[in-house]
């Protein structure tokens, strides 16, 4: 395990001693700590840990406050209450304000231990639940595609591409489509090079697009936020299944050809916390390497 945990009690010897079990046992890093609840809002939406140990009772606003106040933004960000207090009435509150474990005065070791490991099983848990959801989203929308026409389309391979990246759902996806419609001249039999446009032309295009055909109203800067993040995820996608298998055959083929392969390397060391840096992306690269990939 190797976490960012963020450590709010009001008691400074209670963080000495679970910064150090955090520390010793090797369950990741304490990034920030604070006796307050009132500050510590602000920099758990600033540094956004892993996980949040924070005491039950605190001066100014208490635990239950602060993450009834932080869980509609983080919405899984886990949450580990610390109290001497037993009642169960303040328990089940805790327990509805969006506290998932907990853990008693005094500090125990074990305990500690022992309910890291079960947040890190729920973590990870997730991870395949949301995964799964992603793949079947992603062979849905190939489904509902293929059975709604009756001849190939000629974007079918950059969607296959999008899937093995696992980003066919993302929003930014059909941006992406209408980008590649444009170069390949699917829309005016002009087939075009994507390094001939700024992407600030390619985007307003998209924009054009969305208003002609479908009388919506989209603005560049949305659209190019959208592509940012869709290939920024496939970023991040693709350098998880380098960590797994340095060998699989998407990695293989997409780290270089879609992403600049020393940025992928940044990437995964960013998402092996080995690193403070992520890797950047390029997105006329991706486009143009997208156009490659669906002629080989």
């Given at each position: 395990?190797?976490?960012?945990?963020?450590?709010?009690?009001?008691?400074?010897s209670?963080?000495?001693?679970?910064?150090?079990?955090?520390?010793?046992?090797?369950?990741?890093?304490?990034?920030?700590?604070?006796?307050?609840?009132?500050?510590?809002?602000?920099?758990?939406?600033?540094?956004?840990?892993d996980?949040?140990i924070?005491?039950?009772?605190?001066?100014?606003?208490?635990?239950?406050?602060?993450?009834?106040?932080?869980?509609?933004?983080?919405k899984?960000?886990?949450?580990?209450?610390?109290?001497?207090?037993h009642?169960?009435?303040?328990?089940?509150?805790?327990?509805?304000?969006?506290?998932?474990?907990?853990?008693?005065?005094?500090?125990?070791?074990?305990?500690?231990?022992?309910?890291?490991?079960?947040?890190?099983?729920?973590?990870?848990?997730?991870?395949?639940?949301?995964?799964?959801?992603?793949?079947?989203?992603?062979?849905?929308?190939?489904?509902?595609?293929?059975?709604?026409?009756?001849?190939?389309?000629?974007?079918?391979?950059?969607r296959?591409?999008?899937?093995?990246?696992?980003?066919?759902?993302?929003?930014?996806?059909?941006?992406?489509?209408?980008?590649?419609?444009?170069?390949?001249?699917?829309?005016?039999?002009?087939?075009?090079?994507v390094?001939?446009?700024?992407?600030?032309?390619?985007?307003?295009?998209?924009?054009?697009?969305?208003?002609?055909?479908?009388?919506?109203?989209?603005?560049?800067?949305?659209i190019?936020?959208?592509?940012?993040?869709?290939?920024?995820?496939?970023?991040?996608?693709?350098?998880?299944?380098?960590?797994?298998?340095?060998?699989?055959l998407?990695?293989?083929r997409?780290?270089?050809?879609?992403?600049?392969?020393?940025?992928?390397?940044?990437?995964?060391?960013?998402?092996k916390?080995?690193?403070?840096?992520?890797?950047?992306?390029?997105?006329?690269?991706?486009?143009?390497?997208?156009?490659?990939?669906?002629?080989?």
């Amino acid at each position: 395990m190797n976490y960012n945990f963020y450590l709010i009690d009001d008691d400074i010897s209670v963080i000495s001693i679970l910064s150090k079990i955090i520390i010793s046992q090797k369950l990741g890093d304490v990034i920030g700590k604070d006796t307050t609840g009132e500050r510590a809002i602000s920099e758990i939406k600033r540094l956004k840990p892993d996980i949040v140990i924070v005491d039950l009772l605190l001066p100014k606003i208490d635990g239950i406050t602060l993450v009834t106040q932080l869980k509609p933004e983080f919405k899984d960000m886990p949450f580990i209450m610390i109290s001497e207090v037993h009642a169960k009435d303040m328990v089940s509150k805790a327990y509805n304000s969006g506290i998932e474990f907990y853990i008693n005065k005094p500090i125990n070791v074990i305990e500690v231990i022992n309910v890291v490991k079960r947040v890190d099983e729920k973590l990870k848990m997730k991870k395949v639940i949301d995964s799964f959801q992603s793949a079947f989203m992603s062979m849905q929308s190939l489904s509902d595609e293929g059975t709604s026409k009756h001849k190939s389309d000629p974007l079918d391979g950059a969607r296959d591409i999008l899937s093995h990246l696992g980003i066919i759902s993302d929003a930014g996806t059909k941006d992406i489509l209408y980008i590649i419609e444009f170069i390949l001249g699917l829309d005016d039999g002009i087939r075009k090079k994507v390094l001939d446009y700024r992407l600030s032309e390619l985007y307003t295009y998209v924009s054009d697009k969305y208003e002609r055909e479908k009388g919506e109203i989209v603005n560049e800067k949305t659209i190019e936020q959208r592509i940012r993040r869709t290939i920024g995820q496939g970023l991040e996608n693709i350098s998880e299944l380098g960590m797994d298998d340095y060998e699989n055959l998407y990695f293989e083929r997409y780290a270089n050809s879609l992403f600049d392969f020393r940025e992928v390397r940044k990437e995964m060391e960013f998402l092996k916390r080995k690193s403070k840096e992520r890797g950047k992306i390029n997105i006329k690269k991706f486009i143009a390497g997208l156009i490659l990939e669906m002629n080989r």
